[in-house]
């Protein structure tokens, strides 16, 4: 099951995040991917805003590979770019990313196709953002799993003027 969203601006795509963010009740996994620069920092910061996170303390954490924010939940922010491709379960394992995965907060995983390549599909939803223009990106949104379909509708619903 597939949501596509149509992004205007870095505007649109926070609020996407806001409304994501608002709807998720812990222990989700989203997989993000997308070029450099294609808005999923600023994805995760909207996140962050709905789950009543400060979003200015939340930046891409590629040198400490991850983030810990407290809010109304707790966020895990994953940064997988500086490792090899593909993850291998050894490495995944070496950052802890099974123990933030078991969490009862939500962990979001930027360049989630290095991990998926080795096997280590974890994520409860995946999103692809894909650069169609200065600040036009189109957002992909997919329920890996049968218990995510839910979510994917609930985010849909939320979208509202987002989606285009």
């Known amino acids: 099951m597939t949501l596509e969203i149509q992004s205007s601006s870095p505007a649109d795509t926070h609020r996407l995040g ?8 812990g222990g989700e996994v989203i997989g993000l991917d997308g070029d450099l620069g294609a808005g ?3 994805l995760v910061r909207g996140i962050a805003v709905g789950l009543d996170i400060d ?15 407290t809010g109304r939940l707790h966020l895990n922010h994953v940064d997988l770019f500086r490792l090899a491709d593909p993850i291998s379960p050894e490495d995944a394992h070496e950052i802890g990313l099974d123990e933030y995965v078991a969490s009862h907060g939500v962990t ?24 169609e223009g200065e600040e036009r990106r189109s957002i992909r949104i997919e329920a890996l799993e049968e218990g995510s379909f839910a979510l994917l509708g609930d985010i849909e619903a939320a979208a509202g003027g987002i989606r285009g």
């Not at 979003?55 to 924010?69: G, K, N, Q």
Request: glycine share 6%.
């Open 40 to 42: 999923k920092t600023c």
């Open 18 to 25: 806001e409304a994501i963010g608002r709807i998720l009740a």
């Open 55 to 69: 979003p200015d303390l939340v930046y891409s954490p590629t040198f400490t590979l991850v983030a810990e924010h």
């Open 108 to 131: 979001v995983i930027e360049w989630y196709e290095k991990l998926a390549r080795s096997g280590g599909t974890i994520a409860t939803l995946h999103v692809a953002i894909a650069v």
